[in-house]
């Protein structure tokens, strides 16, 4: 009796090994196109859709794609695409591969987390001739303490037939009473076989072949541990580029469609972001994209470009939920031999995922329909008399709904939803899609100063559109310009962008426009500026040229580095000594910065103006031209000018290292108004 046990456990192993090693094989066998599928195959509608439900696996499979899910965790543990078992890293273990993930904090204690949402149930939601959708539920109790984030997650995954790829999106959920909760970033994050892929491409101009991971770690370490200089890379082409993460940033609303190439056999992997509605911090919040491992990221919200406050804060058992996604993994492939093609079929498939949005097919009734939307509608003009002594229409504007706050903290909004257009020629707009809801209208005017927000609250019904007419915005404005440097448009771009060290350079193919996102621009201040700090003379100085992009410190030693004050000089007539002038300081980044202004006197103990310590952005390391927009308004009196010659000494007083300061948007020095003297 015993013995036959022995024997029938012995056949068992046997047996589960042969399964292990039959699966072994088919992992391995992955690089080859079997016979039945042609590179440049069109995808079959035809072909049946499956889903296949295993004891620690879930298979949805419509001929063209598969995906492969862990059960009941949730995770993504094979992408199949066109006779290739995995486009993912299947040597890397299967927590690893795909995955929707967190970081959060208890705010008591601190600690930072970064968790896989592991589920713990599986259902079936929909499975129909033509979709399938699954569902990957954990759900939080007291019991489980302080170790689990206070948070019911529900991940889902959809396929339909004839459609190549699948869709993912995942609804987050803290009940009233819970515990406080801090959650920093929500992405997914696909870890693609790095055989298969080395060719990036993340917009029209930025693609490129990538270095691979190992090549990163056989570099050296620059400043901080994501930027590597590629000393040994295995494409000798690579050799003594900087490879980093942050190179790759777009704003919301270029960041669409990014992801690989592979060569051989010719696939692409795409992430496609269908809408900017579920992201974080209105359209130019900035975020990764895809990057070295290689990788492609679906980012929801982070502090990147932003700053560690910048998150989900749950506080006072307040209740909130929120469905990020979906999003769209578009498989692609083709027979030619230039990437640019796969690319170019990837953006079209992102232009028809974006025309279908909303969505009709996810099953969860926390994404409403297109019939269960709204609208809103208006002209956005400008009221500035020194410009215009009629209204001007607000051509081109920004203009968006995001909940109730003050005048603009939809950048720094991150629990509600968004929905941004932007105006016509004559400052319409109209806003469709729109869920049911109370917000905020709030905008902003490339070319003019500051922020915009409606008075009232834009109540949001579905089925209808509400107009708010022509409304109006009263930019910032106290007198005339006597002299402005740059453009207000939240940016620094516009400014003088050096050239980065030809030793510390990345081969990005980009044109001048993103020079901005080549490695260590910060040191190049000293080296154009070694001894003496910048002085900008109105009338003479061109801000192209002649007003570098970011105020930082100098370097003085090998970690030392010390302040540095920027001169503005011009010249003034007719100073109105009872009058009051203004000068506007329209920030485009902050990043632990301080700037003091001074009027005349570089060595007044106390300067007439501090921002005090400002921003955590970290835009200046991260390579962004712009974190978070900020405005600041000095007063001077008539008394503190000359007739003739005067200058404004802005200094940096915060010399902490390299990453330290901030960018300038725009500056405008105002006269008196001139009702004063009329
Ligand atoms: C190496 O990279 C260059 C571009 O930097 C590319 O043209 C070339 O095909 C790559 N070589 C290999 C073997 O991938
Ligand atoms: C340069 O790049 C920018 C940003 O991608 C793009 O808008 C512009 O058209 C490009 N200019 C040229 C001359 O290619």
Redesign the pocket.
Known sequence: MKARMEFRTVIRLVLVWIGISFHIMLLVNCAKIPDGWTADGSLDSSLPLTLRIYKHHVEMNNGIVKLQLSNPSGLITGVGYGGIENVLEYRYKETRRGYWDIVWSNPKTRNGFFSTLESTNFKVIAKTKNHIEVSFTKTWNSSLGDKAPPLNIDKRFIMLRGVSGFYSYAIFEHLKGWPDLNIDEARIAFKLHQNMF?YMAVSDNLQ??MPTDYDRTRGQVLDYKEAVLLTNP?????KRQVDDKYQYSYESKDNHVHGWIS?SPRVGFWVITPSDEFRAGGPVKQDLTSHVGPTSLAIFFSGHYAGPNFGVKLRNGEAWKKVFGPVFIYMNSDSGNKPISLWEDAKQQMAIETKKWPYDFPSSKDIPRANQRGAISGRLLIHDRYINRSLIPAKSAYIGLAPPGDVGSWQEDTKGYQFWTQTDEKGHFTIKNIREGRYNLYGWVPGIMGDYKYGNDVIIKPGTQTTVGDIVYDPPRNGPTLWEIGIPDRSAAEFFVPDPNPKLMT?LHINGTEKFRQYGLWDRYTDLYPTHDLVYTVGTSDYRKDWFFAHVNRKVGVHDYKPTTWQISFDLRNVIRTGTYTLRLALASANYGEIQVRMNNPYSRRPQFTTRRIGRDNAIARHGIHGLYSLYSVKFSGFQLVNGRNTIYLKQSRDEGPFIGIMYDYIRFEGPSQEYYH
């Not at 295995?234 to 690579?238: D, E």
């Open positions: 080395h490129r072949i295995a494409n000798s082409t690579l060569s081969n």
